[in-house]
């Protein structure tokens, strides 16, 4: 059921290019932040600092994300609307709140991790 009212949630926004964006965390808290954009064939995945929170690298997903739109945009090879989606309520409700977050997080490349971008 969940499973549906996702599918019919996403298909509400087909006309737009849909970024998914999630963070993950280890039981040796090693945590990493990617995102994705299946329309294009766009993965991008690294390695954060060792013992942050699942909170700051779901944070560190969305700014990529963002980034990439970002730069897509600037360059002119973006021109339709986007939607990104998040599992991180938390942090979407800390970004709605215009709370400011100072995250110092070191991006390493791992092999496990490693970068993915086409």
Known sequence: ???????????????????????????????????????????YSCRLSDDITIFTGELAALKMALLWVKEKYERNELQQDIVIFSDSLSSLTALRQDILLVCQTCFTHSKSFGPKRK
Do not use: G
């Open 1 to 43: 059921m969940l499973c549906t009212l996702a599918k019919e949630k996403i298909d509400t926004y087909k006309q737009r290019l849909h970024i998914f964006t999630d963070a993950s965390k280890t039981n040796t808290d090693q945590t990493a932040a990617s995102y994705c954009i299946p329309q294009l064939n766009v993965e």
